[in-house]
Nanobody
């Protein structure tokens, strides 16, 4: 079992910044891919940023240049730094982590979600 705990969401004005955190715990042998998704009301969940390996990052076009995904492998934690936030960034943000447990079984875990609201 691998659990993810998210933190850092909230209400921010347009142009403001937030940093989301996602801490993984449990029977983890190795974490491979990590990513952040978001889901706005009435819309499908979409990929925001991904880190398929330590040296590779991918971003949705809508957040390029504003969001930065990073990971601390020693702490099994990843972050999403969000700058210059816009009202259209309002959504519930979910983290996703994939890897292997200590008994070498694959896992694909999701966080509980954290609300980000961008409004004046």
């Amino acid at each position: 079992q691998v659990q993810l705990v998210e933190s850092g969401g909230g209400l921010v004005q347009p142009g403001g910044s937030l940093r989301l955190s996602c801490a993984a715990s449990g029977s983890i042998f190795v974490i491979n891919a990590m990513g952040w998704y978001r889901q706005a009301p009435g819309k499908q969940r979409e990929l925001v940023a991904a880190s398929p390996s330590d040296s590779v990052t991918n971003y949705a076009d809508s957040v390029k240049g504003r969001f930065t995904i990073s990971r601390d492998n020693a702490k099994n934690t990843m972050y999403l730094r969000m700058n210059n936030l816009k009202p259209e960034d309002t959504a519930v943000y979910y983290c996703n982590v994939r890897g292997l447990t200590k008994v070498r079984m694959s896992f694909d875990s999701w966080g509980q979600g954290t609300q980000v609201t961008v409004s004046s």
